[in-house]
Protein backbone atom coordinates (compact mmCIF):
# COMPACT_ATOMS: atom_id res chain seq x y z
CA UNK A 1 0.00 0.00 0.00
CA UNK A 2 1.63 3.47 -0.99
CA UNK A 3 1.35 6.69 0.79
CA UNK A 4 -2.08 8.43 -0.23
CA UNK A 5 -2.68 11.34 -2.33
CA UNK A 6 -4.33 14.22 -0.89
CA UNK A 7 -7.13 15.98 -3.07
CA UNK A 8 -7.09 19.24 -3.29
CA UNK A 9 -10.32 21.46 -4.79
CA UNK A 10 -8.84 23.67 -7.50
CA UNK A 11 -11.71 25.25 -9.88
CA UNK A 12 -10.16 28.59 -12.42
CA UNK A 13 -13.04 30.31 -14.38
CA UNK A 14 -12.53 31.65 -17.66
CA UNK A 15 -15.91 33.06 -17.64
CA UNK A 16 -16.17 35.93 -20.22
CA UNK A 17 -17.51 38.73 -18.58
CA UNK A 18 -20.80 40.68 -20.35
CA UNK A 19 -19.96 43.35 -22.96
CA UNK A 20 -18.60 47.01 -21.60
CA UNK A 21 -17.50 47.65 -25.42
CA UNK A 22 -20.60 49.03 -26.19
CA UNK A 23 -18.57 51.60 -28.52
CA UNK A 24 -17.17 48.99 -30.08
CA UNK A 25 -18.66 48.33 -33.89
CA UNK A 26 -20.68 45.40 -34.35
CA UNK A 27 -18.06 43.34 -36.36
CA UNK A 28 -15.43 44.11 -34.06
CA UNK A 29 -18.41 42.59 -31.31
CA UNK A 30 -19.12 39.75 -33.55
CA UNK A 31 -15.41 38.68 -34.04
CA UNK A 32 -14.85 38.90 -30.10
CA UNK A 33 -17.70 36.22 -29.57
CA UNK A 34 -16.72 34.28 -32.09
CA UNK A 35 -13.39 34.18 -30.83
CA UNK A 36 -14.61 33.76 -27.01
CA UNK A 37 -16.60 30.65 -28.41
CA UNK A 38 -13.79 28.83 -30.11
CA UNK A 39 -11.63 29.47 -27.40
CA UNK A 40 -14.07 27.64 -24.59
CA UNK A 41 -12.89 23.77 -24.00
CA UNK A 42 -10.09 24.39 -26.97
CA UNK A 43 -12.68 24.35 -29.43
CA UNK A 44 -10.92 25.42 -32.12
CA UNK A 45 -7.83 27.52 -31.12
CA UNK A 46 -6.61 28.62 -34.35
CA UNK A 47 -9.75 30.37 -35.42
CA UNK A 48 -10.07 31.66 -31.94
CA UNK A 49 -6.92 32.84 -32.57
CA UNK A 50 -8.03 34.01 -36.18
CA UNK A 51 -11.19 36.16 -34.77
CA UNK A 52 -8.62 37.81 -32.34
CA UNK A 53 -6.42 38.80 -35.07
CA UNK A 54 -9.37 40.49 -36.98
CA UNK A 55 -10.27 42.33 -34.11
CA UNK A 56 -7.03 44.18 -34.13
CA UNK A 57 -7.17 44.74 -37.58
CA UNK A 58 -10.92 45.76 -37.65
CA UNK A 59 -10.90 48.15 -34.39
CA UNK A 60 -10.64 51.43 -34.33
CA UNK A 61 -7.12 53.04 -32.96
CA UNK A 62 -9.38 54.41 -30.08
CA UNK A 63 -11.42 51.51 -29.44
CA UNK A 64 -8.73 50.28 -26.71
CA UNK A 65 -11.61 47.65 -24.82
CA UNK A 66 -11.91 45.51 -27.97
CA UNK A 67 -7.88 45.28 -28.47
CA UNK A 68 -7.40 44.63 -24.78
CA UNK A 69 -10.15 42.03 -24.76
CA UNK A 70 -9.07 40.44 -28.03
CA UNK A 71 -5.45 40.09 -26.18
CA UNK A 72 -7.03 38.48 -23.16
CA UNK A 73 -8.89 35.61 -25.16
CA UNK A 74 -5.65 34.95 -27.38
CA UNK A 75 -3.76 34.49 -23.73
CA UNK A 76 -6.59 32.18 -22.96
CA UNK A 77 -6.03 30.45 -26.11
CA UNK A 78 -2.08 30.10 -25.52
CA UNK A 79 -2.74 29.24 -21.40
CA UNK A 80 -4.94 26.24 -22.88
CA UNK A 81 -2.91 25.04 -25.21
CA UNK A 82 -0.09 25.13 -22.93
CA UNK A 83 2.11 27.99 -24.21
CA UNK A 84 2.85 29.74 -20.94
CA UNK A 85 5.21 32.10 -21.98
CA UNK A 86 3.09 33.58 -24.95
CA UNK A 87 -0.43 33.53 -22.85
CA UNK A 88 1.86 35.50 -20.34
CA UNK A 89 3.11 37.93 -23.04
CA UNK A 90 -0.41 38.34 -24.03
CA UNK A 91 -2.08 38.90 -20.71
CA UNK A 92 0.29 41.78 -19.93
CA UNK A 93 -0.76 43.43 -23.40
CA UNK A 94 -3.98 42.98 -22.31
CA UNK A 95 -3.95 44.28 -18.59
CA UNK A 96 -1.65 47.17 -19.77
CA UNK A 97 -4.51 48.24 -22.28
CA UNK A 98 -7.34 47.62 -20.22
CA UNK A 99 -6.20 50.04 -17.81
CA UNK A 100 -5.63 52.68 -20.68
CA UNK A 101 -8.82 52.58 -21.72
CA UNK A 102 -10.60 52.19 -18.93
CA UNK A 103 -9.67 52.09 -15.06
CA UNK A 104 -13.17 51.02 -13.87
CA UNK A 105 -13.82 47.78 -15.47
CA UNK A 106 -11.93 46.04 -12.56
CA UNK A 107 -13.90 42.72 -13.80
CA UNK A 108 -11.55 42.31 -17.16
CA UNK A 109 -8.30 43.26 -15.01
CA UNK A 110 -9.46 40.89 -12.85
CA UNK A 111 -9.70 37.96 -14.60
CA UNK A 112 -6.39 38.18 -16.62
CA UNK A 113 -4.55 39.20 -13.30
CA UNK A 114 -6.44 35.71 -11.91
CA UNK A 115 -5.34 33.84 -15.10
CA UNK A 116 -1.48 34.96 -14.46
CA UNK A 117 -1.31 34.05 -11.06
CA UNK A 118 -2.53 30.90 -11.77
CA UNK A 119 0.23 30.02 -14.60
CA UNK A 120 2.48 30.68 -12.26
CA UNK A 121 1.20 29.19 -9.25
CA UNK A 122 1.47 26.15 -11.93
CA UNK A 123 5.10 26.49 -12.43
CA UNK A 124 5.65 27.17 -8.81
CA UNK A 125 6.43 30.60 -8.78
CA UNK A 126 5.15 31.53 -6.00
CA UNK A 127 6.19 34.91 -5.09
CA UNK A 128 5.07 36.29 -8.37
CA UNK A 129 2.09 34.21 -7.99
CA UNK A 130 0.85 35.76 -4.91
CA UNK A 131 1.22 39.03 -6.64
CA UNK A 132 -1.09 38.70 -9.10
CA UNK A 133 -3.25 37.09 -7.01
CA UNK A 134 -3.23 39.82 -4.64
CA UNK A 135 -3.58 42.03 -7.73
CA UNK A 136 -7.09 40.00 -8.99
CA UNK A 137 -8.51 40.70 -5.42
CA UNK A 138 -7.94 43.87 -5.55
CA UNK A 139 -9.59 44.32 -9.16
CA UNK A 140 -12.55 42.07 -8.00
CA UNK A 141 -13.45 43.69 -4.16
CA UNK A 142 -13.40 47.13 -6.28
CA UNK A 143 -15.63 45.83 -9.00
CA UNK A 144 -18.11 44.77 -6.40
CA UNK A 145 -17.73 48.00 -4.96
CA UNK A 146 -18.06 50.24 -7.74
CA UNK A 147 -20.86 47.75 -9.89
CA UNK A 148 -22.81 46.35 -6.97
CA UNK A 149 -25.56 45.37 -9.60
CA UNK A 150 -23.59 43.44 -12.20
CA UNK A 151 -21.79 41.90 -9.51
CA UNK A 152 -24.27 40.49 -7.65
CA UNK A 153 -26.37 39.27 -10.62
CA UNK A 154 -22.79 38.09 -12.08
CA UNK A 155 -21.86 36.40 -8.60
CA UNK A 156 -18.58 38.67 -8.79
CA UNK A 157 -18.65 38.09 -4.82
CA UNK A 158 -18.46 34.42 -4.81
CA UNK A 159 -15.29 34.65 -7.16
CA UNK A 160 -14.06 37.58 -5.04
CA UNK A 161 -13.88 35.21 -2.00
CA UNK A 162 -12.51 32.43 -3.89
CA UNK A 163 -9.25 34.14 -4.79
CA UNK A 164 -8.89 34.76 -1.04
CA UNK A 165 -8.80 31.30 -0.65
CA UNK A 166 -6.58 30.95 -3.42
CA UNK A 167 -4.16 33.69 -1.71
CA UNK A 168 -4.17 31.66 2.10
CA UNK A 169 -3.87 28.49 -0.96
CA UNK A 170 -0.36 30.17 -2.10
CA UNK A 171 0.34 31.11 1.49
CA UNK A 172 0.74 27.94 2.71
CA UNK A 173 2.57 26.58 -0.09
CA UNK A 174 5.24 29.46 0.30
CA UNK A 175 5.67 27.93 4.18
CA UNK A 176 3.30 30.82 5.71
CA UNK A 177 1.37 28.31 7.17
CA UNK A 178 0.18 29.96 10.46
CA UNK A 179 -0.68 32.67 8.02
CA UNK A 180 -2.89 30.49 5.84
CA UNK A 181 -4.76 28.56 8.15
CA UNK A 182 -5.82 31.94 9.74
CA UNK A 183 -7.48 33.21 6.69
CA UNK A 184 -9.00 29.73 6.06
CA UNK A 185 -10.12 29.74 9.22
CA UNK A 186 -12.32 33.25 8.35
CA UNK A 187 -13.39 31.78 5.32
CA UNK A 188 -14.89 28.82 7.12
CA UNK A 189 -16.44 30.50 9.90
CA UNK A 190 -18.14 33.19 7.55
CA UNK A 191 -21.45 32.50 6.24
CA UNK A 192 -21.97 35.43 3.79
CA UNK A 193 -19.44 33.10 1.84
CA UNK A 194 -20.65 30.49 -0.66
CA UNK A 195 -20.68 26.83 1.04
CA UNK A 196 -18.19 24.91 -1.65
CA UNK A 197 -15.97 27.85 -0.81
CA UNK A 198 -16.08 27.65 3.01
CA UNK A 199 -15.81 23.58 2.58
CA UNK A 200 -12.46 24.11 0.46
CA UNK A 201 -11.11 26.19 3.09
CA UNK A 202 -11.97 23.15 5.46
CA UNK A 203 -10.47 20.75 3.12
CA UNK A 204 -7.32 22.84 3.05
CA UNK A 205 -7.10 23.03 6.97
CA UNK A 206 -7.36 19.76 7.41
CA UNK A 207 -4.69 18.73 4.75
CA UNK A 208 -2.06 21.67 6.29
CA UNK A 209 -2.62 19.64 9.50
CA UNK A 210 -2.06 16.78 8.08
CA UNK A 211 1.25 17.34 6.38
CA UNK A 212 1.94 18.77 9.82
CA UNK A 213 1.68 15.77 11.71
CA UNK A 214 -1.67 16.91 13.53
CA UNK A 215 -3.90 13.91 12.80
CA UNK A 216 -6.81 14.62 15.31
CA UNK A 217 -7.33 17.74 14.26
CA UNK A 218 -7.14 16.65 10.50
CA UNK A 219 -9.75 14.13 11.76
CA UNK A 220 -11.89 16.84 12.70
CA UNK A 221 -11.99 18.69 9.69
CA UNK A 222 -12.38 15.92 7.58
CA UNK A 223 -15.38 14.27 9.18
CA UNK A 224 -16.89 17.79 9.53
CA UNK A 225 -17.10 17.73 5.96
CA UNK A 226 -18.63 14.81 6.00
CA UNK A 227 -21.51 16.06 8.41
CA UNK A 228 -21.85 19.18 6.91
CA UNK A 229 -24.98 20.34 4.98
CA UNK A 230 -22.72 22.35 2.88
CA UNK A 231 -21.58 19.10 1.95
CA UNK A 232 -21.74 17.90 -1.81
CA UNK A 233 -21.26 14.17 -2.59
CA UNK A 234 -18.08 14.93 -4.34
CA UNK A 235 -16.71 16.99 -1.42
CA UNK A 236 -17.96 14.47 0.72
CA UNK A 237 -15.93 11.87 -1.25
CA UNK A 238 -12.86 13.88 -0.95
CA UNK A 239 -12.95 14.27 2.30
CA UNK A 240 -13.29 10.33 3.45
CA UNK A 241 -10.18 9.94 0.92
CA UNK A 242 -8.44 12.83 2.92
CA UNK A 243 -9.40 11.20 6.11
CA UNK A 244 -8.12 7.31 4.97
CA UNK A 245 -4.96 9.36 4.26
CA UNK A 246 -4.86 11.02 7.44
CA UNK A 247 -5.32 7.46 9.31
CA UNK A 248 -2.38 5.94 6.70
CA UNK A 249 -0.02 9.04 7.55
CA UNK A 250 -0.60 8.19 11.34
CA UNK A 251 0.04 4.64 10.96
CA UNK A 252 -3.13 3.20 11.06
CA UNK A 253 -3.37 0.86 8.37
CA UNK A 254 -6.05 -1.15 8.71
CA UNK A 255 -8.54 1.67 9.78
CA UNK A 256 -7.31 3.69 6.42
CA UNK A 257 -8.14 0.60 4.12
CA UNK A 258 -11.50 0.68 5.82
CA UNK A 259 -12.02 4.51 4.97
CA UNK A 260 -10.90 4.56 1.63
CA UNK A 261 -13.98 1.58 0.67
CA UNK A 262 -16.19 4.20 2.07
CA UNK A 263 -14.56 6.75 0.13
CA UNK A 264 -14.94 4.59 -3.13
CA UNK A 265 -18.36 4.02 -2.47
CA UNK A 266 -19.35 7.43 -2.53
CA UNK A 267 -17.55 8.25 -5.64
CA UNK A 268 -19.12 5.66 -7.26
CA UNK A 269 -22.49 7.85 -7.11
CA UNK A 270 -20.89 10.65 -8.56
CA UNK A 271 -21.38 11.73 -11.89
CA UNK A 272 -18.00 12.84 -12.24
CA UNK A 273 -15.89 9.93 -11.49
CA UNK A 274 -12.37 11.71 -12.25
CA UNK A 275 -11.25 11.42 -8.48
CA UNK A 276 -12.28 7.62 -7.99
CA UNK A 277 -8.89 5.84 -9.54
CA UNK A 278 -6.39 7.43 -7.29
CA UNK A 279 -8.85 5.93 -4.11
CA UNK A 280 -8.58 3.02 -6.13
CA UNK A 281 -4.86 3.18 -6.71
CA UNK A 282 -4.34 4.01 -2.80
CA UNK A 283 -6.43 0.69 -1.54
CA UNK A 284 -4.78 -1.60 -3.99
CA UNK A 285 -0.93 -0.54 -3.36
Known sequence: MRPYKTLIIILFSLALHPVFGQNSEREVLVALDSA???????????????????????????????????????GLVYKNTNHQDTAIAHFHEA????????TTDWFESYIVCRNIATIHQRYK??????????????????????????????K????????????????????????????????????DIKGSTRIRAMNYQGILYKNGGLYDSAKVKFQSIITSSLSSKTYKGI?????????YDEGLIKDAKRI???AIEVKEGLTNKSSLFISYLDKDE
Open 260 to 262: IDK
Open 36 to 74: ARFMVGSKDPGRALAYCNLVLEKARPDDLWARAKSREIS
Open 239 to 247: AWHNLAGTH
Open 125 to 154: LLGLAKEYYDSALYFISNHVIINPEIAKKD
Open 95 to 102: LHTFNLAD
Open 156 to 191: DHDRRDLVRYYIAQNNAERGEIEIALEQLRDIEINK
